[in-house]
């Protein structure tokens, strides 16, 4: 096997939002020499892949961050690190301005002033906003980008972070990554759940569908602690697209609607889970379908949103205009299969306020920081800032170290062994993580289950689980793409057995459909206003109950 050996001051894991804007940020304050890993290509990759159409945090004229602070905090039912969410709600604005220097197209009025969207929102041309930052990236000094290397574990020593390791996927070499400081900024967790729609269209979804919750699954086995992974997301979402549906709630007032015209948003509340659970009680007590309410709206109306989904979710505006636009006929309505983000949720690594992980060395920023939902882009942008600044001055103190042989040996080894094509099994990935799907939608909470999971169900999702992950063992690639297949699936499998203890240890229901626990359906403030984090110890997942602090700040 290629052997390829890096050694460098500041690995980034992953080059979306939040990898892309710390290696700017560290340029612009740091010498020290920093290298993306990014297993796609930075100029398409990532949440921001396709373009984005608005701003979804923005401290908005009239508004202060305590204001974004305080309604993250309010849409989590409490279960959220103020300190951290106000850390980031200070730089929003700051970040939006950076971006816009760099290229990005935010709409604005007679006036001059950005174009709102709601409270908190602005909208741009985003189309673009993914090359912009890469373009960025690309032309900064002392930062070098590995495009198509897929980091796949973490270099620990006792307690402290000295690299990682990875496979290339074109140049099929074997990497072993030596840095001062990691910033895990990589993404949150698709594909656990089978998804809404079947076979070829699979990938048609809420969350990018690459995303496999690796940066998670690295910082699991390193004996990381993570925190509230039950808080799972779920998207409302146009039917059969799965666009969005911000932009038509937001963008023209679209109310939510049962099959009987009749208006629902009031009768479940206004957060974020509780607008997918009425949408799921009302198909379940038999006034479905649901729609969004915009028939009627004005012709300019539908040309800006015609406009606005081709920044995004082009799909939506061509069914649009093979069926029938939105003026027409409203637009239907379902929930997505759960999700593990921490761009959207609390789900993550638990971070101080610098977003120093557990790890001596290690930082976590957007999706992989937990404790501070409703992110979106800016959030994203602000957290690989924080953790770029905190990096920077860990490393002035720290001298590098080398990677043991042995633990390199037993890593390639690992590796080797996938791609020894003698013992070849009858299944493959793939089908093995159609089972774990079908596994985690139907014992777990997924969508054929309305979202609904027991103590019993749970421990049967574990016991199969765990069945799926010793047969992954057998896997073996034909070529380095198959390879990063198994990698994937396990990352998967790792991230699943997390999420199934975190969702058994919370005996409550806090979040209608993002944690539906039939065993206990109420909300239990006196014993659970609490995070839910957990740990690895010797293969198994260790439950710990953190209190919601006081005055903001954890530790």
Partial sequence: MNIKKITADILIIGGGTAGCYAAITLSKISGARTLICEKADIRRSGCLAAGVNAL?????????????????????????????????SKRLNSVTAELE?????????????????????????????????????????????????????????????????????EDEAFYVIEAKAVIMAAGGAAGLYRPNNPGFSRHKMWYPPFNTGAGYAMGIRAGAEMTTFEMRFIALRCKDTIAPTGTLAQGVGAEQVNSLGEAYDDKYGHSTSDRVYGTVVENTEGRGPCFLRTEGITPEQEDDLKKAYLNMAPSQTLKWIEEGGPREKNVEIEGTEPYITG?????????????????????????????????????????????????A????????????????????????????????????????????????????????????????????????????????????ASDFYELMQIYELRERLTVALSVIAHLGARHETRWHCFAENVDYPGRDDKNFNKFVNSRLVNGKIEIILRDIPKGGASE
Wanted: glycine share 8%; hydrophobic share 40%.
């Fill in 343 to 391: 761009g959207h949720t609390a789900s993550g690594y638990w971070v101080d306020i610098n977003r120093k992980t557990t790890i001596d060395g290690l930082y976590a920023a957007g999706d992989a920081a937990g404790g501070a939902p409703q992110k979106y882009v800016t959030g994203a942008l602000a957290e690989g800032e924080i953790a770029a600044e905190a990096a």
């Fill in 393 to 476: 001055e860990y490393i002035k103190s720290i001298k590098a170290a080398k990677i043991d042989e042995t633990d390199i040996s037993a890593h390639i080894a690992e590796a080797a062994r996938f791609l020894d094509k003698s013992d070849k099994p009858s299944f493959t990935a793939e089908q093995l993580e159609e089972e774990m799907q079908k596994v985690m939608d139907e014992y777990a909470g997924g969508i054929s289950a309305n979202y609904r999971y027991d103590k019993a169900r749970l421990d049967a999702a574990d016991e199969k689980i765990r069945r799926i992950f010793e047969l992954s063992e057998l896997l073996r």
């Fill in 101 to 169: 220097k760099l290229g990005l197209v935010i709409l604005k009025d007679e006036n001059g002033k950005y174009v709102t969207r709601g409270a908190r929102n602005i909208k741009i041309n985003g189309e673009n906003i993914k090359p912009i930052l890469a373009d960025a990236v690309n032309a900064l000094p002392n930062t070098d980008v590995l495009n198509r290397v897929n980091i796949t574990d973490l270099a620990v020593r006792g307690n402290k972070i000295i690299g990682a390791y990875g496979i290339g996927v």
């Fill in 56 to 88: 979804n945090a923005y401290i908005t004229e009239g508004h202060t961050p305590e204001f974004y602070a305080d309604y993250a905090m309010k849409d989590a039912h409490g279960i959220a690190r103020y300190d951290l969410l106000l850390s980031m």
